[in-house]
């Protein structure tokens, strides 16, 4: 659902530019809250897979296919204000080094693909964590059916944002009933993936998914046969350092974003994603101008002077990886120290105050 440049106005797009610039500022307030010594790298990780399954375009409908979007899985992770940092760290990547959605477009983008998919997925998340019975299995259904929502909330918000600036003179019920069927069923594969992610870092370190914190798992011990709950003395005992360590995690997460952007990408659907796919129907796509970063070594998600099709696309993509990855980490590690250096400073203020 990357939006080209040409497609919304600019007036539309510097409003959306500003809504954008609003939500990143208010989520890199949040974001402190979110984030700590060990989810600070993990945030970075998490753009960087979620970067690299945006390769992995899946069909959908006959000559059409789709994409995550990742809002709700970036949310239920690392918590809704990292999560919309987290995608839009992705979305300045592709746009910057693969001319992957305008870049005066990129207000629209992040309000889409950002904002909006959190909001609308972590908003069901916890309402339907409200009602389900406490579990994991009640996480991964809550994660299934908020991505699932998800994505066609995107799709409402573009047709709202062409409705105010489009610039063809498509009309907006066709726009509407077009963008919103297609990605009803992107939101199947959203969902998908979306869930069994979450119920794969669930089944390993239930700790570090921020929407499943508050979980309690009594913890059983085996006795003559039989699994009984353990003594609360026991329950309540202090995990090892090394088993709280995320350094497992991280690698093996980080090895499978690389290996599905460097070698699985090249079998991704060549179908054009929901969004092109109605924007050459209805001729959204008259007034679409080419990417400013067409020009890019990178640009198309390929590698320039590298003939072959597949080492360019694998090279791309773990090029990607490796970018988003240290620039989100980076970003993430900034946002906790600063955390850190203002818990430092109440605590330092605390007694003069007395």
């Not at 992770?77 to 001319?99: D, K, N, R, W, Y």
Request: include cysteine; glycine fraction near 12%; proline fraction near 5%.
């Amino acid at each position: 659902m990357h939006v080209p440049d040409g497609f919304i106005n600019a007036p539309v797009s510097v409003a959306a530019g500003a809504v954008a610039a609003t939500a990143v500022a208010v989520s890199l307030r949040g974001a402190r809250r979110e984030l700590d010594e060990r989810t600070a790298p993990l945030a970075g990780l998490v753009a960087a897979f979620i970067f690299a399954v945006q390769m992995l375009n899946f069909p959908v409908a006959a000559g059409t296919s789709g994409h995550l979007l990742g809002g709700a899985l970036a949310a239920i992770l690392v918590g809704p204000c990292t999560g919309v940092l987290c995608v839009s760290v992705v979305l300045l990547m592709q746009g910057i080094l693969f001319a992957d959605g305008g870049l005066t477009a990129l207000g629209v983008n992040i309000t889409n693909m950002a904002v909006v998919t959190v909001v609308v997925a972590y908003a069901v998340f916890r309402g339907l964590l409200k009602v389900l019975p406490a579990g994991r299995r009640s996480v991964t259904v809550a994660a299934f059916a908020g991505a699932l929502l998800s994505v066609p909330g995107a799709a409402v918000m573009f047709t709202l944002f062409y409705a105010l600036g489009g610039t063809t003179d498509v009309p907006i019920g066709k726009v509407f009933t077009a963008m919103t069927g297609v990605h009803v069923l992107i939101g199947i594969g959203e969902a998908v993936i979306t869930a069994a992610t979450v119920g794969a870092v669930i089944a390993v370190r239930p700790d570090l998914v921020h929407g499943a914190h508050g979980l309690a798992v009594p913890l059983k011990l085996r006795v003559d046969g039989r699994l009984v709950d353990a003594p609360a003395a026991a329950a309540a005992a202090p995990v090892p350092a090394a088993a709280r360590s995320t350094r497992p995690l991280w690698i093996s997460g980080l090895v499978t974003a690389l290996v599905l952007a460097g070698f699985v990408s090249y079998y991704a659907s060549s179908s054009p994603d929901g969004l092109e796919k109605v924007a050459a129907d209805q001729g959204i796509d008259a007034k679409a101008r080419e990417h400013a970063a067409a020009g890019s070594p990178l640009a198309d998600y390929s590698v320039k002077d590298v003939s072959d099709a597949r080492l360019s696309g694998g090279l791309a993509g773990i090029i990607g990886v490796g970018g988003t990855v240290l620039v989100g980490t980076g970003i993430f590690w900034a946002v906790r120290r600063r955390r850190a250096e203002d818990l430092t400073a109440t605590a330092t203020a605390a007694p003069s105050a007395h």
